[in-house]
């Protein structure tokens, strides 16, 4: 058991890093049920914390049907059945009348939460719209697209010359210190989307290159920055499994997720059937004209009117 003497700082620090503020913040306030109940509910859910929250929790959920044990290197099959047996024999299979809890269902809502800090240098901004489930074969079109937007931080060489158009924008225009997309997977359902850090007076600017560069993708992606989006996933998939700690986590959240483990052979042929089409009809379907969820957190007071936002969703073109 983790002490509450150490679990308390470990919030307050998670409290503290904005990224985790904007990321805690997005999925309570787009998740008005189900999700948002999972959410880190701070230092004052840690003080309540009793002794049978924590039995009840481990009773309904700490089941053999919903544990995985991996193991990479130089492990031997029988050695590894050794260690099962000896530690987790007495790990229970079998649910209260035969059935395994669900979770309440989930529903996005297109939202935003403010907390405007003026004292801090920098404005943090995520906006997300709902993503697809694990499962889902539109994942990896979503990760195609996230891989032409790519990601910046004010400390990398190229200026204006780096292959994401967003971050050549950023750089020329000064308009961000970093940006990062990310795809937040679920069971059923998932949070897309981009979170950066810019100055106060830069945060309209942002969004609106930000919003731009997804509507874009809706309606015109090239079958050249397709090809090198898929590139980059392809090197981000390979480079993550470098080493075997990397590889257990892959191979347990693997068999939770999609009940196997899927080969590098595999993700390569559903990467090599994305092209630029597909691109544009995935993202159309997610992105366009979808309402978003935004949290920003910081001297947000240029952080535009949800409607604005809102209205950014979609192109009118004549």
Not at 219 to 233: D, F
Request: overall charge neutral.
């Amino acid at each position: 058991m983790v002490p509450r003497g150490v679990l308390g700082p470990a919030l307050q620090r998670s409290h503290a890093s904005s990224q985790g503020v904007k990321g805690q913040s997005t999925c309570r306030y787009a998740h008005t049920r189900g999700l948002a109940s999972l959410v880190k509910s701070g230092c004052m859910f840690c003080r309540r914390l009793s002794r049978a929250d924590l039995t009840d929790y481990l009773s309904r959920h700490y089941k053999a049907p919903r544990m995985v044990l991996a193991a990479a290197g130089g492990v031997e099959h029988r050695q590894l059945l050794d260690l099962a047996q000896k530690h987790f024999s007495s790990v229970s299979g079998t649910y209260e009348e035969d059935a395994v809890p669900s979770l309440i269902p989930c529903r996005f809502t297109g939202s935003e939460i403010r907390h405007r800090d003026d004292a801090l240098p920098f404005a943090h901004v995520a906006i997300a719209v709902e993503g697809p489930g694990w499962a889902n074969p539109d994942n990896v079109a979503l990760q195609v697209a996230n891989a032409i937007i790519g990601h910046y931080d004010c400390t990398y060489g190229g200026g204006m010359h780096l292959s994401s158009p967003l971050a050549s924008v950023a750089v020329t225009n000064k308009l961000c210190q970093s940006f990062q997309t990310f795809n937040i997977c679920y069971t059923e359902t998932g949070l897309l989307g981009a979170h950066f850090v810019s100055d106060r007076m830069s945060i309209d600017d942002m969004m609106f290159f930000l919003q731009g560069q997804w509507m874009r993708l809706c309606t015109s992606a090239t079958e050249s920055e397709v090809i090198r989006g898929k590139n980059i996933l392809r090197n981000s998939l390979v480079s993550h499994l470098d080493g075997t700690t990397p590889v257990c986590e892959d191979i347990g959240r693997s068999l939770l997720t999609y009940g196997r483990r899927i080969p590098l052979a595999e993700w390569e042929s559903r990467i090599a059937e994305v092209d630029a089409q597909v691109v544009r009809e995935v993202c159309s379907k997610y992105f366009y004209d979808q309402c978003p969820a935004v949290a920003g957190f910081g001297p947000i007071e240029q952080l535009p009117d949800y409607n604005r936002i809102r209205s950014g969703m979609f192109w009118l073109r004549f």
